[in-house]
């Protein structure tokens, strides 16, 4: 080979190294719809955490003041969605977990009213590990390295699948909002622009290969990824999902 041909193949490599570097640096796809906004998240290497009260046991309850509190500890908060239903008190329905203290139980009940309770319901949690897992309530074991929980109903898709109970065409319209696990790992957060029914919200995940996601919360959703210029901080939730950096 000659040395102008190898200094062509060494460039070649080179080129094929880089490109490859660069494909894994924005390895995040858009999955936004004219319907439905969307925010992949890597819980290996994004800082998730879940949050209900400061220091001072103050419910956060939206964005706004959540933003403000992590600004003031040097942090920057990037993504906020309300992270489950919750009690007139704000309290989570169902169980809850923060920094491996679990904060409200699993609620088992099958005979409640309403969306929570729609069978079969689930829980979404990350492990100390950051190993993120949307399973069935009936399926859900405690463990001692589940970092963070909340539970919430009802599950939009199971193993590939979707619900059984819900209907294509439904007139039941209200905005959405939930979380699925996508196939390299990844979580897919997503909110609907728009009031879509339960069904076709479920059909985005399953679509973009979720084989479990949750849903978390109706008309009262809302999404903070000033990114995509969404920036509702307002509200009164219970449990905030957030991704946050360091300023320093």
Known sequence: MTFKKLFLSFRLIVLAIILSFCSKETSKKQYDTSRILAYEVNPRKDQLHFYWKNEQRQIYGNAKNLKV?????GEKLIFAMNGGMYKKDQSPQGLYIENGEVLAPLDTNKEGYGNFYLQPNGVFYVTEENNSIICTTESFREAKNIKYATQSGP?????????????KGSKNLHIRNGVGVLPNGNLLFAMSKEKINFYDF???????????????????????????????????????????????
């Open 155 to 167: 599950m939009l898709v199971i193993d590939g699948n979707l619900h059984k109970k819900l209907t």
């Open 202 to 248: 479920a059909s985005f995940f399953q679509k973009n290969g979720c084989k479990n996601a949750l849903y978390l919360d109706g008309f009262v959703s809302k999404t903070y990824l000033p990114e995509k210029n969404y920036k509702q901080d307002d509200g009164n939730f219970g449990v905030i999902i957030g991704i946050i950096k360091s300023k320093k």
């Open 69 to 73: 509190q992590l600004e003031a500890k």
